[in-house]
Nanobody, 117 residues
Framework: QVQLVESGGGLVQAGGSLRLSCVIS????????MGWYRQAPGKQRELVAQ???????NYADSVKGRFTISRDNAQSTAYLQMNSLKPEDTAVYYC???????????WGQGTQVTVSS
């Protein structure tokens, strides 16, 4: 059973920073892409950032220049560094692991990020 455990969410003032972590087990981490998504109340889940197995990254326009996704293959961990946070970044953030060979996606339980103005 693939498991993803997220941590690092919380309450922060606008302009502040948070770093989210996602540890994944029972998964060939180094060979597969990882991503972070978020879902705000009343809105659909949206992609925030992705990182390929080779380290290439992709970001939503709304977070470019403020968020950085990274991965540590030795620790089977993905990170999302969030700087210059805005109230509109408030959402539940989910870690995603895409098992390419199986064509399956796995999700973490989500971590709440709240940015106060």
């Amino acid at each position: 059973q693939v498991q993803l455990v997220e941590s690092g969410g919380g309450l922060v003032q606008a302009g502040g920073s948070l770093r989210l972590s996602c540890v994944i087990s029972r998964f060939i981490f180094s060979l597969n892409p990882m991503g972070w998504y978020r879902q705000a109340p009343g809105k659909q889940r949206e992609l925030v950032a992705q990182i390929s197995s080779g380290g290439s990254t992709n970001y939503a326009d709304s977070v470019k220049g403020r968020f950085t996704i990274s991965r540590d293959n030795a620790q089977s961990t993905a990170y999302l560094q969030m700087n210059s946070l805005k109230p509109e970044d408030t959402a539940v953030y989910y870690c995603n692991a895409h098992w390419t060979a199986l064509g399956r996606d796995f999700w973490g339980q989500g971590t709440q990020v709240t940015v106060s103005s």
